[in-house]
């Protein structure tokens, strides 16, 4: 009997140590990846130190560090009919319709004149396994040598255009030369895409190609590298790293066009040197006046500003107003005490005109034009510099000066959703 209750307890005891050992691992884990998540972060979206920068450049000066470059393979024929190929990374995809594929190529290459002449190239794209006859093609000159003999490939007749393809590789494009530019050192010909053909053995259940099957060949700079892993599809990049977006999903749709409004708006800070006009001001101060204000009383003040002078004097003094220096026109929202009343002391003002600011800056962004709230107020510094320089009366305190201009597109909106910032009473 003793013995039993004796071996119980050590069950018992064994089955408590091992839950803690679960549930401790468990934290450790749950620790762990939340680590690795800020780690992760971090490194790609806040590291501004220098030294430990991954966006730390050093000026190259003018080199062709384009990656990936393509290597594909020029079909032509000469005057007498021989088939030649030739390597080309100068090259790629330059209009959509009609379809189109831009391939440049030095006069000294015997290919350069055959496509002068014949008006037609085929492009060939290699897997990664065809890399040896893509270097072949892109060393030997079809002035020197039957590069299909040499290689044992095998030309095929244009079914369209007066050019050959190689039977071997994957995909063969027949291209019908539409013009050509000297652009210097290359001629850059242009050719219409007449037909596209494509190895059924590559191909997915929609038809298309599956890259992975393909493995195209890609150069880059002096080496030769097969395509690396799937990633994501297009669009699936913008997904959401630990819960937060990488970047905004500029593809996610809003109920109306108000709410994309309200989610776009961003802060400019990088500007265009095209004109706002004055239609387009007084729009935005309409919207600004449209804003909702305590008692009706509207204690505001407008000031716009174009002048040169001004807008770089205020650029000077003012530290986060630097992006005035880029911009032709400011609007500085005051608050005007007058108007205030017996609800100045409550500060009222200061919501009025952030309401009046917050419009603006949304009615900015339907326009398609770009501002930035940079504070005057409460900062007693900076408000003395904006009444002084815009030689203001007592009574109008300037809340901020807005910057408006034309976005460069540098500047993106943030995704502040924050569901752990929501407090909700729920009923039970
Ligand atoms: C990877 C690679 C890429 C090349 N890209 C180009 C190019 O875009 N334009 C060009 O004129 N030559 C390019 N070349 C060099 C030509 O392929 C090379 O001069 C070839 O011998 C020309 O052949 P052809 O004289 O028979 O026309 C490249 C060579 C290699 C190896």
Same mark, same amino acid.
């Given at each position: 009997?003793?013995?039993?209750?004796?071996?119980?307890?050590?069950?018992? !005891?064994? !089955?408590?140590?091992?839950?803690?050992?679960?549930?401790?691992?468990?934290?450790?884990?749950?620790?762990?990846?939340?680590?690795?998540?800020? &780690?992760?972060?971090?490194?790609?979206?806040?590291?501004?130190?220098?030294?430990?920068?991954?966006?730390?450049? @050093?000026?190259?000066?003018?080199?062709?560090?384009?990656?990936?470059?393509?290597?594909? !393979?020029?079909?032509?024929?000469?005057?007498?009919?021989?088939?030649?190929?030739?390597?080309?990374?100068? &090259?790629?995809?330059?209009?959509?319709?009609?379809?189109? /594929?831009?391939?440049?190529?030095?006069?000294?290459?015997?290919?350069?004149?055959?496509?002068?002449?014949? @008006? &037609?190239?085929?492009?060939?794209?290699?897997?990664?396994?065809?890399?040896?006859?893509?270097?072949?093609?892109?060393?030997?000159?079809? @002035?020197?040598?039957?590069?299909?003999?040499?290689?044992?490939?095998?030309?095929?007749?244009?079914?369209?255009?007066?050019?050959?393809? !190689?039977?071997?590789?994957?995909?063969?494009?027949?291209?019908?030369?539409?013009?050509?530019?000297?652009?210097?050192?290359?001629?850059?010909?242009?050719?219409?895409?007449?037909?596209?053909?494509?190895?059924?053995? /590559?191909?997915?259940?929609?038809?298309?190609?599956?890259?992975?099957?393909?493995?195209?060949?890609?150069?880059?700079?002096?080496?030769?590298?097969?395509?690396?892993?799937?990633?994501?599809?297009?669009?699936?990049?913008?997904?959401?790293?630990?819960?937060?977006?990488?970047?905004?999903?500029?593809?996610?749709?809003?109920?109306?066009?108000?709410?994309?409004?309200?989610?776009?708006?961003?802060?400019?800070?990088?500007?265009?040197?095209?004109?706002?006009?004055?239609?387009?001001?007084?729009?935005?101060?309409?919207?600004?006046?449209?804003?909702?204000?305590?008692?009706?009383?509207?204690?505001?003040?407008?000031?716009?500003?174009?002048?040169?002078?001004?807008?770089?004097? #205020?650029?000077? @003094?003012?530290?986060?107003?630097?992006?005035?220096?880029?911009?032709?026109?400011?609007?500085?929202?005051?608050?005007?005490?007058?108007?205030?009343?017996?609800?100045?002391?409550?500060?009222?003002?200061?919501?009025?005109?952030?309401?009046?600011?917050?419009? /603006?800056?949304?009615?900015?962004?339907?326009?398609? #034009?770009?501002?930035?709230?940079?504070?005057?107020?409460?900062?007693?510094?900076?408000?003395?510099?904006?009444?002084?320089?815009?030689?203001?009366?007592?009574?109008?305190?300037?809340?901020?000066? /807005?910057?408006?201009?034309?976005?460069?597109?540098?500047?993106?909106?943030?995704?502040?959703?924050?569901?752990?910032?929501?407090?909700?009473?729920?009923?039970?």
């Amino acid at each position: 009997m003793q013995k039993s209750k004796l071996l119980n307890i050590i069950l018992a !005891v064994a !089955v408590l140590v091992l839950v803690i050992q679960l549930v401790n691992k468990n934290e450790r884990t749950e620790r762990r990846s939340a680590a690795t998540a800020a &780690a992760i972060k971090d490194t790609l979206l806040t590291k501004t130190d220098a030294a430990m920068s991954p966006f730390k450049k @050093k000026s190259l000066g003018v080199r062709s560090e384009v990656y990936p470059k393509p290597a594909f !393979v020029i079909g032509t024929y000469d005057k007498s009919g021989k088939a030649n190929i030739m390597t080309a990374a100068w &090259a790629g995809i330059c209009n959509s319709d009609p379809l189109s /594929i831009a391939v440049s190529m030095r006069p000294a290459t015997y290919s350069y004149h055959n496509v002068t002449e014949s @008006k &037609a190239f085929t492009v060939n794209i290699p897997s990664s396994e065809m890399a040896r006859y893509v270097d072949y093609a892109g060393r030997f000159s079809g @002035k020197d040598v039957d590069k299909f003999v040499e290689t044992g490939l095998t030309p095929v007749k244009g079914e369209y255009v007066n050019a050959p393809y !190689v039977k071997e590789f994957p995909i063969v494009i027949e291209c019908e030369l539409t013009t050509y530019h000297d652009l210097g050192s290359h001629r850059q010909f242009i050719g219409k895409v007449i037909d596209v053909k494509v190895d059924e053995a /590559i191909l997915n259940a929609e038809g298309r190609v599956d890259v992975n099957l393909l493995n195209p060949l890609i150069y880059g700079g002096g080496n030769y590298f097969e395509t690396g892993k799937y990633i994501a599809k297009t669009g699936e990049s913008l997904h959401d790293i630990d819960g937060m977006p990488f970047v905004p999903d500029y593809s996610r749709k809003y109920a109306n066009e108000i709410l994309e409004v309200i989610h776009n708006r961003k802060s400019v800070r990088h500007f265009t040197e095209q004109l706002v006009s004055k239609e387009q001001i007084e729009t935005l101060l309409k919207a600004g006046m449209a804003a909702p204000t305590a008692a009706n009383r509207q204690p505001w003040k407008f000031y716009v500003i174009t002048e040169r002078e001004t807008l770089d004097l #205020l650029a000077e @003094k003012l530290p986060y107003a630097k992006m005035l220096t880029q911009v032709q026109t400011a609007i500085v929202v005051c608050g005007d005490m007058d108007k205030a009343g017996n609800l100045k002391e409550l500060g009222y003002w200061v919501q009025d005109c952030s309401a009046a600011t917050q419009n /603006i800056l949304l009615a900015a962004e339907s326009m398609g #034009l770009g501002a930035v709230w940079t504070a005057a107020y409460p900062y007693e510094d900076r408000v003395e510099v904006v009444t002084k320089v815009l030689e203001m009366p007592e009574n109008h305190v300037p809340l901020n000066v /807005i910057p408006v201009g034309y976005p460069t597109g540098e500047d993106l909106p943030k995704d502040k959703w924050r569901p752990e910032n929501v407090v909700w009473k729920e009923k039970v």
